[in-house]
């Protein structure tokens, strides 16, 4: 009985011990505060010049437009055929279907070809037929060389200058001989014969 008793007795002991125990503790806070002084701390700002910001109008940059690039040079064309065949031919040069007859050349080099404008444009007595050169041949190279040419109004060709070529294979150098062996008709301008500037295209392929 006397446990009990004990057991009860703290059972009704325990809520005044808490309350005890937390006034205590408010108090002893309390009085840490009172006792410790306060420390308040307190900024400083050093004294500073403040500096005047000047925004300036600055005048956009001029873009200098960059030339466009030269054209690529034009690659030799290998032939897939290894073998080439002994009776070599060259297709012939259609100038009936060439569609600069139409309209004058543009100047290629400034001074040197000079437009003189013209009715009827000079015509070729007979078929251009190049010889192809063996270099080529060996290396199964094919393409088209436009060469501009100067027929005068006699029909005969005076000057000539290479506009879109193949170089080192000797197809250019054969294209202008062949041009050059080659007799037209003038070109005609109010019926009368006119020296002029026209641009023949001659083909090179391997049959």
Do not use: C, H
Not at 128 to 134: A, D, F, H, K, N
């Amino acid at each position: 009985m006397s446990d009990q008793a004990a057991i009860l007795s703290l059972k009704f002991k325990y809520p005044v011990i808490i309350r005890l125990a937390t006034l205590f503790s408010i108090i002893l806070l309390i009085l840490t505060f009172l006792i410790y002084p306060r420390y308040l701390g307190l900024l400083e700002f050093e004294d500073f010049e403040l500096q005047e910001i000047i925004i300036e109008n600055i005048p956009q940059t001029q873009q200098i437009e960059r030339p466009p690039p030269p054209a690529r040079p034009s690659v030799p064309v290998e032939s897939e055929d290894e073998d080439i065949a002994d009776d070599l031919t060259i297709e012939e040069t259609d100038l009936d279907s060439f569609e600069a007859w139409d309209a004058p050349p543009p100047p290629p080099e400034g001074p040197r070809v000079k437009f003189i404008p013209y009715d009827d444009p000079p015509q070729p007595l007979s078929s251009i037929r190049p010889v192809y050169p063996e270099i080529a041949q060996e290396a199964g190279i094919e393409g088209t060389v436009v060469v501009q040419v100067f027929v005068d109004n006699r029909g005969r060709v005076q000057d000539t200058l290479i506009l879109k070529g193949i170089p080192n294979t000797g197809l250019d150098e054969a294209a202008v001989a062949a041009i050059k062996k080659t007799r037209f008709r003038p070109a005609r301008q109010r019926e009368r014969a006119v020296g002029v500037w026209i641009s023949i295209p001659v083909n090179f392929r391997l049959k």
